[in-house]
């Protein structure tokens, strides 16, 4: 497919479990973003990788949350001890970001997002 | 920092009436805005943007939006809703010069009635 591909898109988990949330960007796109979107509290900004360096990792909840990306392609969200506050579904996306004065306007193409729960 | 308000968490309007989502931002700089659309268990689409030139700009499915600089408002419009458009809706900032993470408002849930 040409989109934006997230797996799982369900995942149950037991509170102190680890998960890990993978995204597959469109081919060729060089910035990656992860957001958290929870009931009501719409889009959380969470990271973002150009290529596979991340300079914006501001978002990060807690050190419990970590995110890598490899290849310039495929990223995984990793949630360690997850608490329940973590049930959340998790968006990636992906997109041209390249270059002053092109990147900026280059709109976000997201993944269908991976609902978590933990209980 | 760029900032984005969405005003009214909820819009509820009759099929064939007009909508009219409400979206104002703060930026020191010229801005380049966004709507995105997410239907029920799905991610968010591009409704329409804005970068330079024309300020009123139209998108997908009849929406348009129109870029006021002496407002800083970036309202979405459509003349007459369909059931199919009961979404969310949200705008967002960017800025050149700054980093490429966009700015998203909170989002208004559209409601079209029979």
Redesign the interface.
């Known amino acids: 497919g040409a989109g934006v591909s997230q797996s799982p898109s369900n995942k149950v988990t037991e509170k102190g479990k680890d998960v890990e949330l993978r995204c597959d960007p469109i081919s060729g796109h060089t910035a990656l973003y992860w957001y958290r979107q929870s009931l009501g509290q719409g889009l959380e900004f969470l990271i973002y990788f150009q290529g596979n360096s991340a300079p914006d990792k501001s978002g990060l909840p807690s050190d419990r949350f970590s995110a890598e990306r490899t290849g310039g392609s495929v990223s995984t969200l990793t949630i360690q001890r997850t608490q329940q506050e973590d049930s959340a579904v998790y968006l990636c996306a992906s997109s041209l970001a390249y270059g002053l004065g092109t990147g900026y306007n280059s709109p976000l193409h997201f993944g269908n997002g991976t609902r978590l729960t933990v209980t | 920092a760029q900032s984005v308000t969405q005003l009214g968490?909820h819009v509820s309007v009759s099929e064939g009436a007009l909508v009219l989502l409400r979206c104002n931002y703060s930026s020191s700089v010229p801005p380049?805005l966004?709507w995105?659309v997410q239907y029920p268990?799905?991610?968010?689409?591009?409704l329409l943007?804005y970068?330079t030139g024309a300020t009123l700009v139209k998108g997908i499915n009849g929406f348009e939006a129109e870029f006021k600089k002496s407002e800083t408002s970036f309202h979405l419009t459509k003349p007459s809703a369909h059931m199919s458009d009961a979404a969310e809706y949200?705008c967002a900032v960017?800025?050149?010069?700054?980093?490429?993470?966009?700015t998203?408002?909170?989002?208004t849930s559209l409601i079209v009635h029979p």
Do not use: M
Request: glycine share 20%; no cysteine; proline share 4%.
């Open positions: 968490s380049y966004f995105y268990n799905q991610g968010l689409q591009l943007k970068t949200f960017s800025v050149a010069g700054g980093s490429y993470i966009p998203f408002g909170r989002g």
